[in-house]
Protein backbone atom coordinates (compact mmCIF):
# COMPACT_ATOMS: atom_id res chain seq x y z
CA UNK A 1 0.00 0.00 0.00
CA UNK A 2 2.54 2.44 1.19
CA UNK A 3 4.09 1.75 -2.70
CA UNK A 4 0.83 2.70 -4.22
CA UNK A 5 0.27 5.66 -2.06
CA UNK A 6 4.02 6.96 -3.40
CA UNK A 7 3.04 6.61 -6.58
CA UNK A 8 -0.27 8.51 -6.38
CA UNK A 9 1.20 11.25 -4.69
CA UNK A 10 4.00 11.67 -7.48
CA UNK A 11 1.28 11.07 -10.15
CA UNK A 12 -0.57 14.08 -8.42
CA UNK A 13 2.69 16.23 -7.63
CA UNK A 14 3.44 15.71 -11.64
CA UNK A 15 -0.08 16.88 -12.85
CA UNK A 16 0.54 20.16 -10.69
CA UNK A 17 4.14 20.72 -12.06
CA UNK A 18 2.54 20.43 -15.66
CA UNK A 19 0.00 22.73 -15.24
CA UNK A 20 2.16 25.64 -13.81
CA UNK A 21 2.33 28.43 -15.49
CA UNK A 22 4.95 28.80 -17.99
CA UNK A 23 7.43 31.76 -18.65
CA UNK A 24 6.20 31.90 -22.46
CA UNK A 25 2.51 32.41 -23.42
CA UNK A 26 2.28 29.41 -25.58
CA UNK A 27 -0.62 30.59 -27.50
CA UNK A 28 1.44 32.57 -29.46
CA UNK A 29 1.25 31.00 -33.20
CA UNK A 30 4.06 29.73 -34.83
CA UNK A 31 5.58 30.92 -38.02
CA UNK A 32 8.12 29.77 -40.51
CA UNK A 33 10.20 31.34 -41.26
CA UNK A 34 10.86 33.17 -38.29
CA UNK A 35 13.17 36.00 -37.26
CA UNK A 36 13.68 37.45 -33.60
CA UNK A 37 15.82 38.21 -31.03
CA UNK A 38 16.12 35.07 -29.10
CA UNK A 39 15.01 33.86 -25.51
CA UNK A 40 15.86 31.02 -22.97
CA UNK A 41 13.98 28.07 -24.54
CA UNK A 42 10.68 27.57 -23.03
CA UNK A 43 10.43 23.84 -21.46
CA UNK A 44 7.68 22.66 -20.01
CA UNK A 45 6.36 19.11 -17.99
CA UNK A 46 4.35 16.61 -20.70
CA UNK A 47 1.16 16.07 -19.13
CA UNK A 48 2.07 12.25 -18.37
CA UNK A 49 5.43 11.10 -17.02
CA UNK A 50 6.40 8.59 -19.72
CA UNK A 51 6.44 11.68 -22.62
CA UNK A 52 9.52 13.69 -22.88
CA UNK A 53 10.06 17.28 -22.10
CA UNK A 54 8.44 20.11 -24.42
CA UNK A 55 10.58 22.52 -26.22
CA UNK A 56 10.09 25.65 -27.44
CA UNK A 57 12.55 27.92 -29.34
CA UNK A 58 11.66 31.61 -28.86
CA UNK A 59 12.55 34.29 -30.79
CA UNK A 60 11.23 37.76 -30.40
CA UNK A 61 7.44 36.86 -30.63
CA UNK A 62 7.53 33.57 -32.43
CA UNK A 63 8.24 30.55 -30.99
CA UNK A 64 8.88 27.25 -32.90
CA UNK A 65 8.25 23.88 -31.58
CA UNK A 66 11.06 21.74 -31.38
CA UNK A 67 10.40 17.58 -30.34
CA UNK A 68 8.61 17.80 -33.84
CA UNK A 69 11.61 18.64 -35.77
CA UNK A 70 13.78 16.47 -34.38
CA UNK A 71 15.63 14.15 -37.19
CA UNK A 72 15.17 17.56 -39.84
CA UNK A 73 17.18 19.72 -41.10
CA UNK A 74 17.52 23.07 -38.78
CA UNK A 75 19.03 26.30 -40.11
CA UNK A 76 20.10 29.30 -37.39
CA UNK A 77 21.54 32.79 -38.88
CA UNK A 78 22.73 35.74 -36.24
CA UNK A 79 22.27 38.87 -38.25
CA UNK A 80 24.69 40.95 -36.40
CA UNK A 81 22.74 42.39 -34.49
CA UNK A 82 21.90 42.15 -30.22
CA UNK A 83 19.62 43.28 -28.45
CA UNK A 84 19.44 44.22 -24.44
CA UNK A 85 16.51 41.89 -22.98
CA UNK A 86 15.77 44.64 -20.89
CA UNK A 87 15.94 47.74 -22.46
CA UNK A 88 16.11 46.87 -25.87
CA UNK A 89 18.77 48.71 -26.83
CA UNK A 90 21.29 47.79 -29.40
CA UNK A 91 24.55 46.93 -27.78
CA UNK A 92 27.85 45.32 -29.77
CA UNK A 93 28.40 42.71 -26.76
CA UNK A 94 26.04 40.69 -24.33
CA UNK A 95 26.44 40.59 -20.92
CA UNK A 96 24.92 37.99 -18.61
CA UNK A 97 23.01 36.34 -21.17
CA UNK A 98 21.59 39.35 -22.35
CA UNK A 99 21.88 42.48 -21.20
CA UNK A 100 23.52 45.84 -22.53
CA UNK A 101 26.48 46.72 -20.29
CA UNK A 102 24.25 50.05 -18.45
CA UNK A 103 21.56 47.32 -17.73
CA UNK A 104 23.91 44.96 -16.86
CA UNK A 105 25.87 47.59 -13.63
CA UNK A 106 22.42 48.56 -12.61
CA UNK A 107 19.52 45.91 -12.61
CA UNK A 108 19.87 43.77 -9.27
CA UNK A 109 18.83 40.57 -11.38
CA UNK A 110 22.94 41.18 -12.57
CA UNK A 111 24.49 41.78 -9.24
CA UNK A 112 26.72 39.20 -8.02
CA UNK A 113 24.51 38.34 -4.99
CA UNK A 114 22.38 36.52 -7.51
CA UNK A 115 25.12 33.79 -8.37
CA UNK A 116 26.12 33.97 -4.70
CA UNK A 117 23.03 34.44 -2.57
CA UNK A 118 25.27 34.06 0.76
CA UNK A 119 26.70 37.69 -0.38
CA UNK A 120 23.05 39.42 -0.10
CA UNK A 121 23.49 42.84 0.88
CA UNK A 122 20.16 44.10 1.12
CA UNK A 123 20.04 44.87 4.97
CA UNK A 124 23.03 47.09 4.74
CA UNK A 125 20.80 49.19 2.44
CA UNK A 126 23.26 48.84 -1.25
CA UNK A 127 20.58 46.65 -2.91
CA UNK A 128 20.66 47.81 -6.90
CA UNK A 129 16.57 47.08 -6.61
CA UNK A 130 14.91 47.56 -3.64
CA UNK A 131 11.80 46.23 -4.72
CA UNK A 132 12.77 43.89 -6.94
CA UNK A 133 14.67 41.91 -4.17
CA UNK A 134 11.54 42.21 -2.21
CA UNK A 135 9.57 40.21 -4.76
CA UNK A 136 12.18 37.82 -5.67
CA UNK A 137 14.90 37.42 -2.98
CA UNK A 138 12.17 37.40 0.00
CA UNK A 139 10.19 34.63 -1.70
CA UNK A 140 10.52 30.75 -0.51
CA UNK A 141 13.45 29.39 -1.84
CA UNK A 142 13.87 25.32 -2.56
CA UNK A 143 17.08 23.38 -1.92
CA UNK A 144 17.27 20.42 -4.32
CA UNK A 145 19.06 17.73 -5.18
CA UNK A 146 19.41 16.87 -8.77
CA UNK A 147 21.31 14.28 -11.01
CA UNK A 148 22.20 16.21 -14.37
CA UNK A 149 26.24 15.17 -15.13
CA UNK A 150 25.80 13.31 -11.33
CA UNK A 151 24.98 14.38 -8.11
CA UNK A 152 24.39 18.08 -7.58
CA UNK A 153 22.94 20.68 -5.18
CA UNK A 154 21.51 23.44 -6.31
CA UNK A 155 18.73 26.36 -5.18
CA UNK A 156 15.51 27.94 -6.76
CA UNK A 157 12.86 29.90 -5.87
CA UNK A 158 10.05 27.89 -5.24
CA UNK A 159 7.97 29.01 -8.05
CA UNK A 160 10.49 27.98 -10.61
CA UNK A 161 10.18 24.62 -9.98
CA UNK A 162 10.56 22.40 -12.27
CA UNK A 163 11.74 25.34 -14.93
CA UNK A 164 15.34 25.30 -13.16
CA UNK A 165 15.90 21.18 -13.82
CA UNK A 166 14.67 21.22 -17.24
CA UNK A 167 17.05 23.80 -17.90
CA UNK A 168 20.23 22.08 -16.15
CA UNK A 169 19.43 18.98 -18.02
CA UNK A 170 18.20 17.24 -15.08
CA UNK A 171 16.93 13.55 -15.85
CA UNK A 172 16.26 13.41 -11.84
CA UNK A 173 15.67 16.08 -9.10
CA UNK A 174 14.14 16.04 -5.50
CA UNK A 175 13.68 19.10 -3.18
CA UNK A 176 14.76 18.71 0.26
CA UNK A 177 14.52 21.68 2.10
CA UNK A 178 12.52 24.84 1.90
CA UNK A 179 13.82 28.56 3.57
CA UNK A 180 12.41 31.36 3.21
CA UNK A 181 14.50 33.70 1.34
CA UNK A 182 17.17 33.64 -1.22
CA UNK A 183 19.99 34.30 1.04
CA UNK A 184 18.90 31.70 3.52
CA UNK A 185 18.96 28.81 0.71
CA UNK A 186 22.94 30.27 0.00
CA UNK A 187 23.80 29.43 3.29
CA UNK A 188 22.26 26.25 2.72
CA UNK A 189 23.86 25.51 -0.27
CA UNK A 190 27.36 26.74 0.85
CA UNK A 191 26.82 23.95 3.52
CA UNK A 192 25.62 20.98 1.20
CA UNK A 193 28.76 22.26 -1.24
CA UNK A 194 31.24 20.76 1.14
CA UNK A 195 29.91 17.38 0.59
CA UNK A 196 28.42 17.59 -2.76
CA UNK A 197 28.90 19.65 -6.33
CA UNK A 198 27.23 22.56 -7.25
CA UNK A 199 27.64 22.70 -10.89
CA UNK A 200 26.71 20.52 -14.13
CA UNK A 201 29.24 18.92 -16.37
CA UNK A 202 27.54 20.07 -19.42
CA UNK A 203 29.81 17.72 -21.48
CA UNK A 204 28.85 14.69 -19.63
CA UNK A 205 25.00 15.69 -19.83
CA UNK A 206 25.01 16.19 -23.23
CA UNK A 207 26.79 12.99 -23.37
CA UNK A 208 23.94 11.62 -22.15
CA UNK A 209 26.26 9.42 -19.87
CA UNK A 210 24.31 9.63 -16.59
CA UNK A 211 23.89 6.70 -14.07
CA UNK A 212 20.19 7.07 -12.13
CA UNK A 213 20.84 7.60 -8.71
CA UNK A 214 18.60 7.23 -5.21
CA UNK A 215 18.03 10.68 -4.34
CA UNK A 216 16.21 9.66 -1.20
CA UNK A 217 19.08 8.26 -0.41
CA UNK A 218 21.64 10.63 -0.91
CA UNK A 219 19.36 13.25 0.85
CA UNK A 220 18.81 11.17 4.23
CA UNK A 221 22.73 10.78 3.64
CA UNK A 222 23.40 14.39 3.64
CA UNK A 223 21.20 15.75 6.09
CA UNK A 224 22.80 12.88 8.60
CA UNK A 225 26.14 14.29 7.65
CA UNK A 226 25.55 17.77 7.91
CA UNK A 227 22.90 18.05 10.46
CA UNK A 228 25.04 20.11 12.83
CA UNK A 229 25.69 22.44 10.32
CA UNK A 230 21.70 22.69 9.76
CA UNK A 231 21.47 22.88 13.23
CA UNK A 232 23.54 26.08 13.73
CA UNK A 233 21.66 27.59 10.86
CA UNK A 234 18.36 27.31 12.48
CA UNK A 235 19.49 28.66 15.54
CA UNK A 236 20.75 31.98 13.44
CA UNK A 237 17.63 32.31 11.68
CA UNK A 238 15.12 30.61 13.44
CA UNK A 239 13.72 26.54 14.11
CA UNK A 240 11.16 27.31 11.18
CA UNK A 241 13.37 29.57 8.68
CA UNK A 242 14.62 25.91 7.24
CA UNK A 243 11.99 23.38 6.50
CA UNK A 244 12.99 19.65 5.65
CA UNK A 245 10.70 18.56 2.95
CA UNK A 246 9.44 14.93 2.36
CA UNK A 247 9.00 14.53 -1.36
CA UNK A 248 9.02 12.13 -3.99
CA UNK A 249 11.94 12.29 -6.44
CA UNK A 250 11.18 13.38 -10.20
CA UNK A 251 12.24 11.93 -13.44
CA UNK A 252 12.76 13.70 -16.81
CA UNK A 253 12.99 12.25 -20.54
CA UNK A 254 14.28 14.85 -22.81
CA UNK A 255 13.25 14.36 -27.04
CA UNK A 256 16.69 13.49 -27.57
CA UNK A 257 17.25 10.81 -31.12
CA UNK A 258 21.04 10.39 -30.47
CA UNK A 259 23.54 12.13 -27.86
CA UNK A 260 27.00 13.06 -29.52
CA UNK A 261 29.76 10.90 -28.84
CA UNK A 262 32.23 13.85 -28.87
CA UNK A 263 30.98 17.57 -27.79
CA UNK A 264 31.69 20.29 -30.38
CA UNK A 265 29.85 23.43 -29.84
CA UNK A 266 29.02 26.03 -32.04
CA UNK A 267 29.02 29.85 -31.24
CA UNK A 268 27.12 32.91 -33.17
CA UNK A 269 30.49 35.36 -32.14
CA UNK A 270 32.91 32.97 -34.27
CA UNK A 271 30.08 31.45 -36.81
CA UNK A 272 26.52 33.14 -37.44
CA UNK A 273 25.64 30.35 -39.35
CA UNK A 274 24.42 27.21 -37.66
CA UNK A 275 22.92 24.20 -39.35
CA UNK A 276 22.90 20.53 -39.29
CA UNK A 277 20.31 18.00 -38.40
CA UNK A 278 18.46 18.54 -35.10
CA UNK A 279 19.26 15.01 -33.34
CA UNK A 280 17.62 16.59 -29.73
CA UNK A 281 17.25 19.19 -27.55
CA UNK A 282 18.52 18.95 -23.85
CA UNK A 283 18.99 21.67 -20.87
CA UNK A 284 19.13 24.56 -22.84
CA UNK A 285 21.31 23.06 -25.53
CA UNK A 286 19.53 22.21 -29.17
CA UNK A 287 21.78 19.13 -30.48
CA UNK A 288 22.66 18.48 -33.74
CA UNK A 289 24.70 16.42 -36.43
CA UNK A 290 27.22 19.38 -36.82
CA UNK A 291 27.84 20.25 -33.20
CA UNK A 292 25.65 21.20 -29.93
CA UNK A 293 24.50 25.35 -29.15
CA UNK A 294 23.77 26.71 -25.99
CA UNK A 295 20.93 28.62 -26.76
CA UNK A 296 20.57 30.69 -23.39
CA UNK A 297 24.29 31.75 -24.19
CA UNK A 298 23.25 34.02 -27.02
CA UNK A 299 19.88 35.68 -25.52
CA UNK A 300 19.21 38.96 -27.09
CA UNK A 301 21.11 37.96 -30.50
CA UNK A 302 18.83 38.19 -33.30
CA UNK A 303 18.30 35.14 -35.04
CA UNK A 304 16.50 33.74 -38.36
CA UNK A 305 15.53 30.23 -38.27
CA UNK A 306 14.52 28.01 -41.34
Keep these: MGQVRQAQALAQKWRALAGMPRVTDLLIPEVSPVKGCLQKMAAALPSRQDEQVVYHLRAGEHRVALNERIGSPMRLAWSGAIACTHCGRATKKSFAQGYCYPCFKRLAQCDTCIMKPETCHYYQGTCREPEWGEAHCFQPHIVYLANSSGLKVGITRKTQMPTRWLDQGAIQALPILEVNTRQQSGFVEMLFKEQVADRTNWRAMLKGEVASLDLR ?38 PVAAFPRKVVSHNFDKQPLVEGILQGVKGQYLIFDTGVINLRKFTGYEISVE
Design 217 to 254: AERDRLLSTLADGLSQLRSVHGGDAIRTLDEAPLQFDY
